[in-house]
C-alpha cells in the first residue's frame, strides 16, 4: 500500500493482537512443508507490523509460538525457531533503524525453555530498545495465558509472604500488573485469520472485553487490505464494557 496515502480511521484501536495461524495449510494447497509457511509466514509478520505502524496502532501483539507448540514435530519447532533467530539478528542490526522509526521491541512469554541464544538475543534487543517509543511490538514467544496468570498468581503471593503487599491489595490491577503486558493497553482489537473461531490461550486475562475479529484468510495470505476491513469493521462496533 502507497505510504504516502494510508487509510484514515475515525477511530482505532490502541492495541491489536494478533494470532498468525494458517501457515500450515498454506504450505499444504502448494505441496510444501509446513515449515515453508512459516516463512511466509514471517515475511507477513513483517509487512503487517510496519503497514499498522505506519497507520498509528500504538501497540501490537503477534502470537508467534504458544507453551502448546513445542508438541509439534522437531523438525518444524527448529524451523520456526530458526525464523526467531533470523528476526532477532536483524532487529539487533537494525537496532538504530528502529529507534529512529520509534518502534520498541517486547517479547511476552517464558523465555525459560527457549533455546538460550534466543532467549539472550531478546534479552539483549530488550534492553537496547528505548522506552520510549512511539509503537511497541510484542512478539509473543513461548506465550500461554493461563500460564501468565499463574506466574502472576506466584509473584503476588510471594509478596505477600514476603510482606510486600496485603491481602486486600490483590485487585484487578494489580493482577494486571504482574502480567507480561504490565504497563500496556488491554487489547482493544483481536484478529485471527485462517477460519478458526477461538482464542486459543493468547492474552487470557487481557482480552476480557476485546473485540474479535476472525477471516478465512490463510496468514501467509494476509494483506494490508485485510488488516483495513479488521480496522473499519472496529471502526462500526459499539463498545459497552458492560454499560448500556
Ligand atoms: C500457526 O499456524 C503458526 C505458528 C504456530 C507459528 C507462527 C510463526 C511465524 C509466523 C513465524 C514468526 C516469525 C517471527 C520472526 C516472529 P499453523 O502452523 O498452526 O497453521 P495451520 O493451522 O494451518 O497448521
Redesign the pocket.
Known amino acids: 500500500m502507497d505510504k504516502n496515502n494510508l487509510p484514515e480511521f475515525s477511530v482505532l484501536p490502541e492495541h491489536i493482537g494478533i494470532?498468525?495461524?494458517?501457515?500450515?495449510?498454506?504450505?499444504?494447497q502448494r505441496n510444501l512443508p509446513?515449515y515453508k509457511?512459516?516463512?511466509?509466514?514471517?515475511k507477513?509478520?513483517?509487512k503487517i507490523g510496519e503497514f499498522a505502524a505506519d497507520i498509528g496502532i500504538k501497540c501490537l501483539t503477534?502470537?508467534?509460538?504458544?507453551t502448546e507448540?513445542w508438541k509439534?514435530p522437531q523438525e518444524?519447532v527448529n524451523a520456526?525457531m530458526e525464523?526467531?533467530r533470523?528476526?532477532?539478528r536483524e532487529a539487533d542490526e537494525r537496532s538504530a533503524e528502529n529507534e529512529e522509526k520509534g518502534i520498541t521491541l517486547r517479547f511476552i512469554g517464558d523465555k525459560n525453555g527457549i533455546p538460550e541464544d534466543i532467549a539472550n538475543l531478546m534479552d539483549h534487543i530488550e534492553k537496547i530498545s528505548s522506552d520510549k517509543s512511539k509503537v511497541i511490538l510484542n512478539?509473543a514467544?513461548n506465550y500461554g495465558g493461563r500460564h501468565e496468570i499463574a506466574q502472576a498468581v506466584r509473584a503476588i503471593a510471594e509478596k505477600v509472604k514476603n510482606g510486600e503487599m496485603n491481602v486486600d491489595d490483590i485487585d484487578e490491577n494489580a493482577i494486571s500488573e504482574h502480567l507480561y503486558t504490565k504497563g500496556m493497553p488491554d487489547p482493544d482489537l483481536i484478529i485471527r485469520p485462517?477460519g478458526?473461531c477461538r482464542l486459543s490461550n493468547f492474552l487470557t486475562y487481557q482480552s476480557a472485553y476485546s473485540e474479535l475479529w476472525f477471516s478465512d484468510v490463510?496468514?501467509?495470505d494476509f494483506k494490508e487490505e485485510d488488516l483495513v476491513a479488521a480496522l473499519r469493521e472496529f471502526e462500526r462496533r459499539n463498545r459497552r464494557f458492560g454499560g448500556v
Open positions: 494470532i498468525m495461524d494458517g501457515n500450515g495449510r498454506w504450505a499444504k509446513r509457511g512459516h516463512i511466509e509466514g514471517a507477513t509478520f513483517r503477534f502470537y508467534a509460538f504458544s507448540n509439534r518444524e520456526i525464523l526467531f533470523e528476526y532477532l512478539i514467544i485462517s478458526e490463510l496468514w501467509p
